[in-house]
């Protein structure tokens, strides 16, 4: 969403660098360039002064001054105050102490409140609590129904004694307080620490919702009221959250659809303008695609500097432990790496979701967007049919792999022998890598680390050291071993009496005459 105002940020950033000292003049335009980028991704303009007024006063004081690189420090300085207009620290959810706790969903029609509804509650669901889905948005045609397939492919029950309207031609006849309100005492009868209550929405604000939204509110007495905010909409959706913010009074702030290719104003805004943190982001079609917002990561995520917390917690959530010990007996053990270690590792890294939207999480990613907007995610289901489309023998030993197994797994998986070639030779490479970590060498071409490429395995002048052998666990023998190393080293000096490079005898033994060598050739052997 925010690859526009990153990629101006960047651009500006960038004509600093390699400045020893920022003049006045320099501060101004960096901080005018900012302005227009924070204008045109319809930032509320009130945000915007605010936000450059800050950073043009820290940037002109000692701080920037005093600093070795100034242009590191206005890049601090800027992401400092994107994560303060991003609500500055992360905002949980507050259980209540005598559960259930009751968090109330409130918003525009439109906005994602259902389809949020069913992401919190298997987020949820995944934090080790027991929520409940309570259908209390009668008016929208069918949205009773959606609310209890969300729930079923999350895993939660949903409390719904009314179904609803099922046409836009009905009219509602169900109580929306009554619901809200029975749906809390059942959580509370069934034992469910969590009620999330799904209220209606409108096309725009007006007084029947608000007053049903207050009456809600006031039926059941939520722990936390969420506004959902479509992040598409830009500066009107603040007008709506300060709208709701007096009528509902929310605790927190929801960014429904930040997966989009708006410019992303609102996210900026929001929490600024209504003083109430941004505590959730939904970043996609999926369940799974649900986050918590943290203020220091999306400015990170601005600013291009990468987000690898978040990857981290990706990777611990969906890694599989077990297999992952596997691998590392397997590279205790030095055995080969297969084909079926690489399948499972393809595999993994699709458990952790899309593969843009990791690799986007990154530093540096910006600059390779547009090749990785062309990365085809069916490319992992191509590799496993290939794998599969071997026989065990030949996923363990891909040497055998001629011309004919070749274009029998091509056929077999749908490609063409060119893309089997491809993946033969991308597994060759992974593999010697492999081999080469097991044995202790590190990682080939990695400075630093040993292998090819590598500092660790280099004398000065670039000459490789020397191997040692190593010494056997045998005491008996390793005592041979030394005395035979003496030995080695106290008759290196004296020259060998007999033997060649290529085991031919000494040179005072040797007879021209028995090479059998063509006439005239003698002259060219000398002494």
């Given at each position: ?21 920022l ?20 930032v ?24 070795l ?12 105050e ?22 109330m ?6 906005a ?7 992401k ?21 045609p ?11 492919r ?57 007053q ?47 997966d989009?290719?708006a ?97 986007m ?64 030779e991308?597994f ?27 500092f ?15 010494r ?36 005072a ?19």
């Amino acid at each position: 969403m925010f690859n526009s105002l990153s990629d101006r940020l960047t651009a500006t950033f960038k004509n600093l660098r390699g400045k020893g000292r920022l003049s006045e003049a320099d501060i101004d335009a960096t901080v005018r360039e900012i302005r227009r980028a924070l204008l045109d991704a319809d930032v509320a303009v009130p945000v915007v002064r605010e936000f450059t007024a800050k950073v043009r006063e820290r940037a002109l004081g000692a701080e920037v001054n005093a600093a070795l690189n100034p242009a590191q420090q206005i890049v601090k300085i800027v992401n400092e105050e994107l994560v303060a207009i991003l609500g500055g620290e992360t905002r949980r959810i507050r259980l209540a102490k005598n559960p259930p706790t009751v968090i109330m969903l409130a918003g525009l029609q439109g906005a994602g409140k259902t389809t949020l509804a069913g992401k919190l509650s298997k987020w949820l669901k995944g934090q080790g609590h027991s929520p409940l889905l309570v259908a209390a948005d009668l008016q929208r045609p069918n949205a009773v129904r959606q609310l209890q397939v969300n729930g079923e492919r999350a895993g939660v029950p949903v409390f719904a004694p009314h179904p609803g309207v099922s046409s836009e031609f009905e009219s509602a006849t169900g109580d929306p307080v009554a619901v809200a309100r029975a749906g809390v005492a059942e959580a509370r009868a069934k034992l469910h620490d969590v009620v999330i209550v799904d209220t209606a929405g409108r096309l725009g604000v007006d007084a029947e919702l608000m007053q049903q939204a207050a009456d809600i509110r006031a039926a059941i007495v939520p722990d936390e009221v969420l506004f959902v905010i479509d992040a598409m909409i830009g500066q009107d959706e603040v007008n709506t959250a300060l709208a709701f913010n007096e009528g509902v009074n929310f605790t927190g702030v929801v960014l429904s659809k930040l997966d989009g290719d708006a410019r992303g104003g609102a996210a900026l805004s929001v929490a600024s303008v209504t003083g109430k943190p941004v505590m959730f982001a939904s970043t996609g079609e999926s369940l799974d695609d649900f986050e918590l917002f943290h203020p220091d990561r999306m400015a990170s995520r601005i600013l291009d500097m990468g987000d690898v917390l978040t990857l981290i917690e990706q990777a611990e959530k969906n890694w599989d432990k077990d297999e992952a010990e596997r691998m590392a007996k397997k590279f205790a053990d030095q055995e080969d790496f297969t084909l079926d270690d690489f399948l499972s590792q393809m595999q993994q890294i699709r458990n952790m979701g899309s593969m843009k939207k990791m690799l986007m999480m990154m530093p540096g990613a910006a600059s390779m967007r547009q090749q990785l907007e062309n990365f085809d995610e069916r490319e992992i289901d191509r590799v496993e049919a290939i794998v599969r489309s071997m026989t065990p023998h030949e996923r363990v030993a891909p040497k055998i792999i001629n011309g004919s197994r070749r274009a029998r797994i091509a056929r077999g998986s749908g490609v063409h022998v060119s893309e089997v070639n491809g993946l033969l030779e991308r597994f060759s490479q992974a593999q010697k890598m492999m081999r080469k970590m097991a044995s202790g060498g590190g990682i080939p071409g990695m400075p630093g680390m040993a292998g090819p490429g590598g500092f660790a395995t280099k004398r000065k002048g670039g000459k490789s050291a020397p191997k040692k052998k190593a010494r056997s666990g045998n005491p008996a023998k390793a005592a041979q071993e030394l005395r035979e190393a003496e030995e080695r080293r106290i008759n290196g000096a004296k020259p060998a009496a007999t033997g060649a490079a290529f085991g031919q005898q000494g040179a005072a033994d040797f007879d021209p005459a028995s090479l059998n060598l063509p006439k005239g050739f003698e002259k060219f052997l000398g002494n």
